[in-house]
């Protein structure tokens, strides 16, 4: 019997457009993953425009050897027409329950243009966050593999130049404060580290493209085709 052929379907760009009477755009999305099975939500970063508020739940339902692979990102806007930053709100929930009803990762993102830092001065220079979620006993080689390239990647950018032995990190060097183009960062959750989740934050959508084109290459066997393989380009 020939094996199963992976389901693909390419999701459209996820523009937000501008708030009509201060109404909030919403997506929710609900997922079960069967046992051995694996489901990969690898979108495009979401683009919220000036004004817009835009409000998603994403659930998930697993068991201790489902996989999932989730991609949830954002960007700071119309770059080329000069926004940064600029929607009223943005809010992200992904949710992950265990063999039912048990909660395995609760994760939520909130910016909010009210409250008393505007979300352009939390952020800074960088223009996209993005989080990584990796979970299930097949990709335990991934996670490990990813885990060891984002310490090694972030242990380069924050060593002192000062010396070779020291890793203290410096934030305000004498010629003035410099800032890596992305920084990340690991941590795993779940019984026996089931899963792991990356969080980013980027000057550019391009670098991000380039980090999960990088790091979500070892899916091709899974899904047929490397993730992200021709986006950003």
């Known amino acids: 019997m020939a094996a199963p052929q992976p389901l693909q379907r390419k999701l459209p760009p996820r523009q937000v457009y501008k708030s009509v009477d201060s109404k909030c755009s919403a997506q929710f999305l609900e997922a079960r993953v069967g046992r051995n099975a694996l489901l990969a939500v690898i979108p495009d970063p979401v683009t919220c425009f000036s004004t817009a508020k835009y409000s998603q739940m994403q659930l998930f339902r697993v068991h201790s050897d489902s996989n999932l692979v989730i991609v949830d990102w954002v960007t700071s806007g119309r770059h080329e027409s000069g926004e940064r930053w600029e929607f009223d709100l943005y809010k992200s929930t992904n949710h992950i329950y265990l063999d039912g009803d048990q909660p395995l990762f609760l994760d939520s993102v909130l910016l909010d243009k009210r409250s008393g830092t505007s979300i352009a001065e939390q952020m800074q220079e960088y223009q996209v966050m993005a989080m990584v979620i990796i979970s299930g006993p097949k990709l335990k080689d991934l996670r490990c593999q990813l885990q060891e390239e984002v310490k090694q990647m972030m242990s380069r950018h924050l060593r002192s130049p000062n010396t070779n032995t020291s890793h203290h990190v ?46 979500l290459t070892t899916l091709k066997p899974f899904l047929g085709a490397s993730p992200y393989c021709q986006a950003g380009r």
Do not use: K
């Not at 941590?187 to 089931?194: H, I, M, N, R, V």
């Not at 980027?202 to 999960?212: D, I, K, N, P, R």
């Open 170 to 215: 410096r934030s305000e060097p004498r010629h003035g404060p410099t800032r890596p183009l992305l920084i990340a960062s690991c941590s795993t959750f779940g019984p026996q580290a089931l899963g792991m989740v990356v969080r980013i934050a980027a000057v550019t959508t391009e670098s991000v493209y380039m980090f999960l084109r990088h790091h």
